[in-house]
């Protein structure tokens, strides 16, 4: 079993700074790559960042220059460094990796996600 468990969220004012860390743990022979998605109350999931085994970063245009997703390997933890919030940031974050499993067999997992709320 594979598991991914984000924290970090919470309520923040807006121009503030959170960091949020989703740990992948089990059954893992190697993760190809981990990232970000948030859902906003009646919007669709979007992506936020990406990061692959390469160090190939992805960002969606709302975050660029904001957001920063980062990874310690050993840990196999993948960060959001998120900085100059702003209150159309409010969503459930989501952490997601691809992985393997097993010797040739991979697939995609998601976290519970956590809250991040920025208002005033």
């Known amino acids: 079993q594979v598991q991914l468990v984000e924290s970090g969220g919470g309520l923040v004012q807006p121009g503030g700074s959170l960091r949020l860390s989703c740990a992948a743990s089990?059954?893992?022979?190697?993760?190809?790559?981990m990232g970000w998605y948030r859902q906003a109350p009646g919007k669709q999931r979007e992506l936020v960042a990406t990061l692959n085994s390469g160090g190939g970063t992805n960002y969606v245009d709302s975050v660029k220059g904001r957001f920063t997703i980062s990874r310690d390997n050993a840990k196999k933890t993948v960060y959001l460094q998120m900085n100059s919030l702003k209150p159309e940031d409010t969503a459930v974050y989501y952490c997601?990796?691809?992985?393997?499993?097993?010797?040739?067999?991979?697939?995609?997992?998601w976290g519970q996600g956590t809250q991040v709320t920025v208002s005033s």
């Open positions: 997601t990796s691809r992985l393997y499993y097993d010797i040739g067999k991979w697939d995609d997992y």
């Open positions: 089990g059954s893992i022979i190697s993760i190809v790559e």
